[in-house]
T-cell receptor, first 114, second 122 residues
Framework: DAKTTQPNSMESNEEEPVHLPCNHS???????IHWYRQLPSQGPEYVIH???SNVNNRMASLAIAEDRKSSTLILHRATLRDAAVYYC???????????????FGTGTRLTIIP | AAGVIQSPRHLIKEKRETATLKCYPI?????VYWYQQGPGQDPQFLIS???????DKGSIPDRFSAQQFSDYHSELNMSSLELGDSALYFC?????????????????????FGAGSRLTVL
């Protein structure tokens, strides 16, 4: 799987938007961009994913650069419960059944300041 | 909605003992994954099963084995435990949304993780 690069840590004030960047310059045309987060002492949790177009769901938005070499996870209004490690993961669209594992790199530890 | 259930949530063992962790996937999910997360580390993929057959293998020690049963639950067996095996073990499940043909792919599938089992080896 292609590699992603994220900042080790970020801080944000509560109730403000948060933009978490991810670089993936070696992304292939068939790689999906997935974001998961892991809250303290919990299992990873799906946040959002996309291929080429920007995506929105109830948790966040995903902005994908036109060349797809970077993306940004946007939390529109951070709360204390959003404090977690956020992982940007590339997954090949051509993942055979049963070979759909996620390969976690070093994510971004997000701290929310009250 | 039903989630991925893992048991036990906490387990304490002595060195050289054996431990078994269980995972009950979301109903109708056909794929189970096991991950190990050491203290301060990121989750590392161990092994996965699709329709009760091993489908992928990561950095799983030879002392560990796993299987998926007919009811789709999975068990991770760890023998000759070492201090370094102390970690959080996560199970995840997913549903392959393709037709099952080799030509059908689904890199968009989402994994749902359980709360984890914390193993402490003394």
């Amino acid at each position: 799987d292609a590699k992603t690069t994220q900042p080790n840590s970020m801080e944000s004030n509560e109730e403000e938007p948060v933009h978490l960047p991810c670089n993936h310059s070696t992304i292939s045309g068939t790689d999906y961009i997935h974001w998961y987060r892991q809250l303290p002492s919990q299992g990873p949790e799906y946040v959002i994913h996309g291929l080429t177009s920007n995506v929105n769901n109830r948790m966040a938005s995903l902005a994908i650069a036109e060349d797809r070499k970077s993306s940004t996870l946007i939390l529109h209004r951070a709360t204390l419960r959003d404090a977690a490690v956020y992982y940007c993961i590339l997954r090949d669209e051509k993942s055979n059944f049963g070979n759909e594992k996620l390969t976690f790199g070093t994510g971004t530890r997000l701290t929310i300041i009250p | 909605a039903a989630g991925v259930i893992q048991s036990p949530r906490h387990l304490i063992k002595e060195k050289r003992e054996t431990a078994t962790l269980k995972c009950y996937p979301i109903p109708r999910h056909d794929t189970v994954y096991w991950y190990q997360q050491g203290p301060g580390q990121d989750p590392q993929f161990l092994i996965s099963f699709y329709e009760k057959m091993q489908s992928d293998k990561g950095s799983i020690p030879d002392r560990f084995s796993a299987q998926q049963f007919s009811d789709y639950h999975s068990e991770l067996n760890m023998s000759s435990l070492e201090l370094g095996d102390s970690a959080l073990y996560f199970c995840a499940s997913s549903l392959f949304s393709g037709t099952g043909l080799l030509e059908e792919y689904s890199g968009a599938n989402v994994l749902t993780f359980g709360a984890g089992s914390r193993l402490t080896v003394l």
